[in-house]
């Protein structure tokens, strides 16, 4: 079965660099976009970060752009997501999500890792 | 940047019929939007419940349909059961690879 579980969250300074990963099992992970989603405590979903299936292409959000970088290891089947110049506004609990092969399917969820940030 | 807009809250009657809707602060939704629906409940990760504006994800039952009404895109839930009773959330396609959720909805059952 499909299974997606994130690890690498923790408490960090402000300032600092944190990097997810996302492991996947169950399926051809190459075959699949891959996509980061962060929701802040108490707060709705927010759409952070796609990779494509080869990673040729990835796409992030304004919020955090120009300090993130999601990358990604067929050969691991994982995801990373690297995160610089973290701020306390960016505590929250990271998911990642896998595409379905239609367009914008955020078809199975990991569990979630959280981050913290502060000093 | 456009914002994706949810009512915050509603409220339903076991059994009975709600529609969410899920807009732009700026302009109409359509199928070029390619929206979707989650389901969350606290503490858990989301569930696919909707993609591609109309189709349901595998398992989710056929009281979960998804449409667009007007310029907006819409989730209605028929005969609505004790534990619907989550927050809802949609996510649009704005264009070059840039997804946006909305803020959400709180559905109670009641």
């Known amino acids: 079965q499909v299974q997606l579980v994130e690890s690498g969250g923790g408490v960090v300074l402000p300032g600092r660099s944190l990097r997810l990963s996302c492991a996947a099992s169950?399926?051809?992970?190459?075959?699949?976009?891959m996509h980061w989603v962060r929701q802040a405590p108490g707060k709705g979903l927010e759409w952070v970060a796609v990779?494509?299936?080869?990673?040729?292409?990835?796409y992030y959000t304004d919020s955090m752009r120009g300090r993130l970088t999601i990358s990604r290891d067929n050969s691991k089947n994982t995801v990373h997501l690297q995160m610089d110049s973290l701020r306390a506004e960016d505590t929250a609990v990271f998911y990642c999500?896998?595409?379905?092969?239609?367009?914008?399917?955020?078809?199975?969820w990991g569990q979630g890792t959280l981050v913290t940030v502060s000093s | 940047q456009t914002v994706v807009t949810q009512e915050p809250s509603f409220s339903v009657s076991p059994g009975g019929t709600v529609t969410l809707t899920c807009g732009l602060s700026?302009?109409?939704?359509?199928?070029?939007?390619?929206s979707s629906w989650y389901q969350q409940t606290p503490g858990q990760a989301p569930r696919t419940l909707i993609y591609?504006?109309?189709t349901r994800s595998s398992g989710v039952p056929d009281r979960f349909s998804g449409s667009i009404l007007g310029n907006k895109a819409a989730l209605t839930i028929t005969g609505a059961q004790a534990d619907d009773e989550s927050d809802y959330y949609c996510?649009?396609?704005?264009?070059?690879?840039?997804?946006?959720f909305g803020g959400g909805t709180k559905l109670t059952v009641l």
């Open positions: 999500a896998r595409e379905g092969f239609t367009f914008g399917a955020f078809d199975y």
């Open positions: 169950g399926f051809i992970f190459s075959d699949y976009s």
């Open positions: 990779i494509s299936d080869d990673g040729s292409n990835t």
């Open positions: 700026s302009g109409s939704v359509s199928t070029n939007y390619f």
């Open positions: 591609n504006t109309y």
């Open positions: 996510v649009l396609y704005m264009g070059s690879g840039i997804w946006v």
